[in-house]
């Protein structure tokens, strides 16, 4: 009895559960119909146009300074050709003439690769014009040697680079791995150069080259170790070596077993091999 009056007590004393108006209940039961749909906010969408139309400008770039790399690459290699046709009675003539064709190819190409690259982040892009960017070094390292005897460095050549762009703008600066890269193929081309003048009868110059091709080597033997992005370094350093090899046998090989013929070096009788001795039929 006592309990059924407590219980009946607290019946009464609970709140009783209110009901909503209406239209309120009415507009909860249709949103609770609704299934929810998921809405991109403009700002959102214009951040994804914007994103693409950068990619899209990106890729068009590339593409051009691919171009561009590809018609340094093919200039430069005309300049080292002209250059391989020296000879004792027209290395002036032969010198002057590659001086312009190089001039050519700064005004012409790498002012175009300049103008693409300037004022961005041209590191973003430097796999693609790499590959011109070393044969314009090549090229230009191997002029500046034939001509004076000294080394092109890489302040002298961004400094010829320097007018070609807008002072406005950030100008394109060549690194240093890719000058680098660059005065490692230089070696080979020394190394034909060095065959060639011995075959000439120009030993002094075989051996200058000789000595200068060795001292490149051996600075960069001290610093490609201490360079983060090195395995393309490392892999040129081999071919550099082979290089070295090649002009210093030759080079031995003329004061060893040639000595005796020195002053027949060059001579177009053909008893005589390019290192002046005299061919053995067996």
């Known amino acids: 009895m006592f309990y059924s009056l407590a219980f009946q007590r607290f019946s009464l ?12 209940e009415a507009s909860l039961l249709n949103s609770a119909k609704k299934p929810r749909k998921m809405s991109t906010s403009s700002a959102m969408k ?15 770039k590339r593409e051009r300074v691919v171009k561009a790399s590809r018609d340094i690459t093919i200039n430069s290699k005309k300049v080292i050709f002209q250059v391989h046709r020296i000879s004792k009675d027209n290395k002036e003539e032969v010198l002057e003439k590659a001086e312009k064709d190089l001039a050519a190819v700064t005004d012409q190409y790498m002012s175009r690769l300049v103008k693409e690259l300037q004022g961005t982040d041209f590191w973003k892009l430097r796999r693609a014009y790499s590959p011109g960017v070393q044969e314009y070094v090549e090229a230009a390292t191997l002029c500046k040697f034939c001509k004076t005897g000294k080394l092109l460095n890489l302040a002298e050549i961004n400094a010829n680079l320097l007018p070609l762009s807008d002072p406005s703008q950030e100008p394109l600066q060549i690194n240093v791995l890719d000058y680098l890269l660059g005065l490692a193929d230089l070696t080979g081309e020394l190394m ?12 002094d110059y075989a051996e200058k080259i000789c ?3 060795r001292e490149i080597y051996r600075e960069l033997t001290l610093l490609v170790p201490n360079m983060d992005d090195n395995a393309e370094m490392k892999k040129k350093m081999e071919t550099m070596l082979q290089s070295v090899v090649k002009i210093e046998n030759a080079c031995f ?8 013929y020195v002053p027949l070096l060059g001579s177009s009788d053909p008893g005589y091999s390019f290192l002046g001795v005299p061919d053995v039929e067996l």
């Not at 009783?16 to 108006?21: E, G, V």
């Not at 214009?46 to 068009?60: H, I, P």
């Not at 034909?192 to 030993?203: Q, T």
């Open 211 to 213: 000595s200068f091709v």
């Open 46 to 60: 214009e951040g994804f146009v914007k994103y693409a139309q950068y990619l899209n400008e990106f890729n068009d």
């Open 13 to 24: 004393m609970a709140p009783k559960p209110r009901r909503l108006h209406p239209l309120a």
């Open 253 to 260: 090989s003329v004061h060893v077993r040639g000595s005796e």
């Open 192 to 203: 034909r150069l060095a065959i060639g003048r011995i075959s000439d009868g120009e030993l």
